[in-house]
């Protein structure tokens, strides 16, 4: 870890999550609906202080409509949500104070600089002053974008949009992150940037609820993972408990994919098609 991310770092201490509470992220019964059809049918999961817990699944199996729902995008039909123990329905401002949210596409403010921007984020939770100045400096530096700290975003390539976007996820030191497609947009160097920044942060008592079609970094850096399909959680666990759940012979993440959301058949079907253009 460099001396800029040991100081990016320092800060990301989980400070909402002290020791014996709650989970930072528990889901009961949650579901929505849009008139008839049901997109999310009764999830119940938990994300623990200290933990990077993957969430994957296929193409509308009603993954993104869940992010939305934790991030408070989106009402739900039923269930509850609750941040740290505080219901987000109930309460969303101090919910939402304790979670960051870094959604897959960066929509910002064109017309501001990549520093007003940040400063704008860091004042709607409250954090002004000296402390915040040195903190967005931190992460500005770390994923190298001090330079264009007074340029206007509408400058800025997507992933420098990315990376701002990240930075300022983490500038109110939340107690929870939520990642959708993390890696989207990032050079190989910012990419294992943000992958140490997760780990550093989640050392710190933090937790991290990612969601990611890339299933090599789902692998790498989560230490659970649930596979949702058609509105429901099929299986989650550790590596080792998904395969014991996947059956024998699923070695690896993408064969465990593959088993539980049901296209091992499309796998097979599109080998053979292959094999048969040779």
């Not at 340029?151 to 992150?177: C, N, T, W």
């Not at 690896?252 to 959301?261: G, K």
């Given at each position: 870890?460099t001396?800029?991310?040991?100081?990016?770092?320092?800060?990301?201490?989980?400070t909402g999550?002290?020791?014996?509470?709650?989970?930072?992220?528990?889901?009961?019964?949650l579901?929505?609906?849009?008139?008839?059809?049901?997109?999310?049918?009764?999830v119940?999961l938990?994300?623990e202080?200290?933990?990077?817990?993957?969430?994957?699944?296929?193409?509308?199996?009603?993954?993104?409509t869940?992010?939305r729902?934790?991030?408070?995008?989106l009402?739900p039909?039923?269930?509850?949500i609750?941040?740290?123990g505080?219901?987000l329905?109930?309460?969303?401002?101090t919910?939402?104070?304790?979670?960051?949210y870094i959604p897959d596409?960066?929509?910002?403010?064109?017309?501001?600089s990549?520093?007003?921007?940040l400063?704008?984020?860091?004042a709607?939770?409250?954090?002004?002053?000296?402390?915040?100045?040195?903190r967005?400096?931190?992460f500005?530096e770390?994923f190298s974008l001090?330079?264009w700290?007074d340029?206007?975003?509408?400058?800025?390539?997507?992933g420098?949009?990315?990376?701002?976007?990240?930075?300022?996820?983490?500038?109110?030191?939340?107690?929870l992150?939520?990642?959708?497609?993390?890696?989207?947009?990032?050079?190989?160097?910012?990419?294992?940037?943000?992958?140490?920044?997760?780990?550093?942060f989640?050392?710190?008592g933090g937790?991290?609820?990612?969601?990611t079609h890339?299933?090599?970094?789902?692998?790498a850096?989560?230490?659970?993972?649930?596979?949702i399909?058609?509105?429901?959680?099929?299986?989650r666990?550790?590596?080792?408990?998904l395969r014991?759940?996947?059956?024998?012979?699923?070695d690896?993440?993408e064969?465990i994919?593959?088993?539980v959301t049901?296209g091992?058949?499309?796998?097979?079907?599109?080998?053979?098609?292959?094999g048969?253009?040779?």
């Amino acid at each position: 870890m460099t001396d800029v991310m040991r100081g990016a770092a320092g800060g990301l201490s989980g400070t909402g999550a002290p020791g014996g509470s709650p989970p930072l992220l528990e889901l009961t019964g949650l579901q929505k609906a849009y008139g008839r059809f049901r997109a999310v049918k009764g999830v119940d999961l938990t994300v623990e202080p200290g933990e990077i817990f993957g969430f994957l699944g296929p193409n509308g199996a009603g993954k993104t409509t869940t992010i939305r729902m934790i991030a408070g995008i989106l009402q739900p039909t039923g269930g509850t949500i609750r941040i740290s123990g505080v219901d987000l329905l109930a309460d969303p401002g101090t919910a939402r104070r304790m979670m960051g949210y870094i959604p897959d596409r960066p929509f910002l403010y064109e017309k501001l600089s990549g520093g007003e921007f940040l400063r704008f984020v860091a004042a709607l939770w409250g954090k002004e002053g000296p402390d915040v100045e040195a903190r967005m400096d931190r992460f500005l530096e770390l994923f190298s974008l001090a330079d264009w700290k007074d340029e206007l975003i509408e400058s800025y390539s997507h992933g420098m949009r990315q990376k701002l976007l990240i930075s300022s996820a983490f500038l109110h030191d939340p107690a929870l992150v939520v990642v959708d497609e993390p890696m989207v947009g990032l050079d190989p160097r910012s990419a294992r940037i943000l992958k140490d920044l997760l780990r550093s942060f989640v050392d710190g008592g933090g937790s991290v609820f990612l969601s990611t079609h890339t299933l090599e970094v789902a692998e790498a850096v989560c230490d659970r993972i649930a596979i949702i399909v058609g509105g429901e959680i099929q299986a989650r666990g550790t590596m080792s408990e998904l395969r014991t759940q996947a059956g024998s012979g699923a070695d690896h993440l993408e064969d465990i994919f593959l088993r539980v959301t049901g296209g091992e058949g499309v796998a097979d079907l599109v080998g053979a098609l292959a094999g048969d253009a040779a």
